[in-house]
């Protein structure tokens, strides 16, 4: 009984696995950074909120379509090609978790939130929403949004959120819609070969090209419009730097991979600078 309960858990766990580090943990120390009020009740409810609205979505996105045919390739070791559940069941699981989800933003206080995000699962799965990397870029900037918005407000126990918290998450979401394109490089390959169109793949000279570019100019927004700890800053802008010059240069999976581990602590430091973004330094350069 134990085992099955445990072999349960570890293939949940593997549904998500690949996106604890991309979404789960920036997104819960982005919440955490924006929140005004902290307690330990409050952050476990972050952290296992956003992890059961990412299980839906993993659930239902590595379930539709030729998703498994796709996993086979590209990624073998999730839990349907490494046949730890069939697709009919991991479908039912799928069901299952909607109306649980709904019921945890319910309580969680984060109903609108919870409710957008199955609405674009649907959009981004059903809807073709993955078909483009237009269209791509423009949903994974909105999960982001959604979740980094419904995680802050259940940290900080509130229904709406103030001008600075909405100001952070709508500079996360710009950031992620033009640098996101990081994750498809490691993926090319297989990505050919089931004819997807991705960004990579569309432009594969200019993608490689606007990578040191789009991650440099945004650690220099982020150091001249943001009071975050200037070694954080500086640490960022080099970082970008380096990141942005590796998917340049080095373009073999392996390294695409080792790239995209360093994009992903460049987004979390750009995180943290923006939650200190100051919003009247940004007026001021408007006007």
């Given at each position: 009984m134990l085992t099955t309960i445990r072999d349960f858990l570890?293939?949940?766990?593997?549904?998500?696995?690949?996106?604890?580090?991309?979404?789960?943990?920036p997104v819960t120390v982005f919440s955490q950074a924006l929140a005004s009020h902290h307690s330990v009740s409050r952050f476990l409810l972050v952290v296992f909120w956003i992890w059961m609205?990412?299980?839906?979505f993993t659930v239902t996105n590595q379930t539709f379509g030729t998703s498994p045919e796709e996993d086979a390739v590209n990624k073998p070791n999730r839990p349907i090609p490494a046949k730890r559940i069939s697709v009919?069941?991991?479908i039912i699981l799928g069901w299952v978790l909607a109306p649980v989800d709904l019921a945890l933003s319910l309580y969680a206080g984060a109903v609108p939130s919870g409710v957008a995000i199955c609405v674009l699962t649907s959009i981004y799965c059903s809807g073709g929403g993955h078909s483009h990397w237009l269209s791509k870029n423009g949903c994974c900037a909105g999960f982001y949004a959604l979740f980094e918005y419904g995680a802050t407000?259940?940290?900080?126990?509130?229904e709406k959120l103030n001008q600075n918290q909405l100001g952070a998450i709508i500079g996360s979401a710009l950031i992620?819609?033009?640098?996101i394109h990081a994750q498809d490089f490691r993926d090319d390959e297989g990505d050919a070969l089931l004819g997807r169109r991705t960004f990579t793949l569309s432009f594969p000279v200019f993608s490689r090209i606007s990578m040191p570019f789009l991650l440099t100019a945004w650690s220099i927004t982020l150091y001249l419009f943001s009071e975050a700890n200037q070694f954080v800053l500086l640490a960022l802008m080099a970082l970008g730097a380096?990141?942005?010059?590796?998917?340049?240069t080095l373009?073999?999976?392996?390294?695409?991979?080792?790239?995209?581990?360093?994009?992903?602590?460049?987004?979390?430091?750009?995180?943290?600078?923006?939650?200190?973004?100051?919003?009247?330094?940004v007026a001021a350069w408007y006007q």
């Amino acid at each position: 009984m134990l085992t099955t309960i445990r072999d349960f858990l570890v293939t949940l766990q593997l549904f998500n696995q690949s996106d604890m580090k991309t979404i789960v943990l920036p997104v819960t120390v982005f919440s955490q950074a924006l929140a005004s009020h902290h307690s330990v009740s409050r952050f476990l409810l972050v952290v296992f909120w956003i992890w059961m609205h990412l299980l839906y979505f993993t659930v239902t996105n590595q379930t539709f379509g030729t998703s498994p045919e796709e996993d086979a390739v590209n990624k073998p070791n999730r839990p349907i090609p490494a046949k730890r559940i069939s697709v009919d069941s991991a479908i039912i699981l799928g069901w299952v978790l909607a109306p649980v989800d709904l019921a945890l933003s319910l309580y969680a206080g984060a109903v609108p939130s919870g409710v957008a995000i199955c609405v674009l699962t649907s959009i981004y799965c059903s809807g073709g929403g993955h078909s483009h990397w237009l269209s791509k870029n423009g949903c994974c900037a909105g999960f982001y949004a959604l979740f980094e918005y419904g995680a802050t407000q259940i940290a900080d126990s509130s229904e709406k959120l103030n001008q600075n918290q909405l100001g952070a998450i709508i500079g996360s979401a710009l950031i992620i819609f033009t640098t996101i394109h990081a994750q498809d490089f490691r993926d090319d390959e297989g990505d050919a070969l089931l004819g997807r169109r991705t960004f990579t793949l569309s432009f594969p000279v200019f993608s490689r090209i606007s990578m040191p570019f789009l991650l440099t100019a945004w650690s220099i927004t982020l150091y001249l419009f943001s009071e975050a700890n200037q070694f954080v800053l500086l640490a960022l802008m080099a970082l970008g730097a380096v990141t942005g010059v590796r998917f340049l240069t080095l373009k073999s999976a392996k390294d695409d991979r080792l790239s995209y581990l360093y994009y992903n602590i460049w987004l979390s430091m750009a995180h943290v600078g923006l939650s200190s973004l100051d919003l009247d330094k940004v007026a001021a350069w408007y006007q």
